[in-house]
T-cell receptor, first 117, second 114 residues
Framework: EAGVTQFPSHSVIEKGQTVTLRCDPI?????LYWYRRVMGKEIKFLLH????????ESGMPNNRFLAERTGGTYSTLKVQPAELEDSGVYFC???????????????FGPGTRLTVL | AQSVAQPEDQVNVAEGNPLTVKCTYS??????LFWYVQYPNRGLQFLLK??????LVKGSYGFEAEFNKSQTSFHLKKPSALVSDSALYFC????????????FGKGTSLLVTP
């Protein structure tokens, strides 16, 4: 079974440019998450999709970030315009739907390392 | 509010010795607790989780963790460390009453020397 994949693995852009990150979850996983780790700090939650709907976007830092999951399959995260503080590693994760008494683990992709110069 | 503390930036252990990576948490309700490991140039890999029941949880690669409610801790342990265990370890918590987001600690780098 293929794991969560992310593209690109690395991206270097200049301040003010636009970057789009892509995540392909594990097939059949309704839940898709985006996280970000800024250098040396904790991995921070950005948002959570259930199929194509945004379930929780409380972690999105500002309106320069736009996430979509059209059709409930892959997801994109666009940063426009990028700022220096957006640099970090962006992780995508997916999971199956949890029942009321369990919490299914999230499977993570390798991440996209974004550098804004 | 939820938070996770991993008090050690780095843990050094000789191969064959037991290892412990510490994690304490703060959550308003009852937690789900997780450990993930990240090897170089790889994504986070799930190791184990505590949901309910037995406080001692066994996971992948011989790792285990003990949930201690009174001390709000979930330390990761292994009886005999391997050089291949060297990696970055993350503890995470999720409040079962509020969403699916995981709250991570800042990570602990484990170095196992031959």
């Amino acid at each position: 079974e293929a794991g969560v994949t992310q593209f690109p693995s690395h991206s270097v852009i200049e301040k003010g440019q636009t970057v789009t990150l892509r995540c392909d979850p594990i097939s059949g996983h309704d839940n898709l998450y985006w996280y970000r780790r800024v250098m040396g700090k904790e991995i921070k939650f950005l948002l959570h999709f259930v199929k194509e709907s945004k379930q929780d976007e409380s972690g999105m830092p500002n309106n320069r970030f736009l996430a979509e999951r059209t059709g409930g399959t892959y997801s994109t995260l666009k940063v426009q315009p990028a700022e220096l503080e957006d640099s970090g590693v962006y992780f995508c994760a997916s999971s199956t739907r949890s029942s009321g008494r369990t919490s299914n683990e999230q499977f993570f992709g390798p991440g996209t390392r974004l550098t804004v110069l | 509010a939820q938070s996770v503390a991993q008090p050690e930036d780095q843990v050094n252990v000789a191969e064959g010795n037991p290892l412990t990576v510490k994690c304490t948490y703060s959550v308003s309700g009852n937690p789900y607790l997780f450990w993930y490991v990240q090897y170089p140039n790889r994504g986070l890999q799930f190791l184990l989780k505590y949901i309910t029941g037995d406080n001692l949880v066994k996971g992948s690669y011989g790792f285990e963790a003990e949930f201690n409610k009174s001390q709000t801790s979930f330390h990761l342990k292994k009886p005999s460390a391997l050089v291949s265990d060297s990696a970055l370890y993350f503890c995470a918590v999720r409040d079962r009453n509020s969403g699916y987001a995981l709250n991570f600690g800042k990570g602990t780098s484990l170095l196992v020397t031959p």
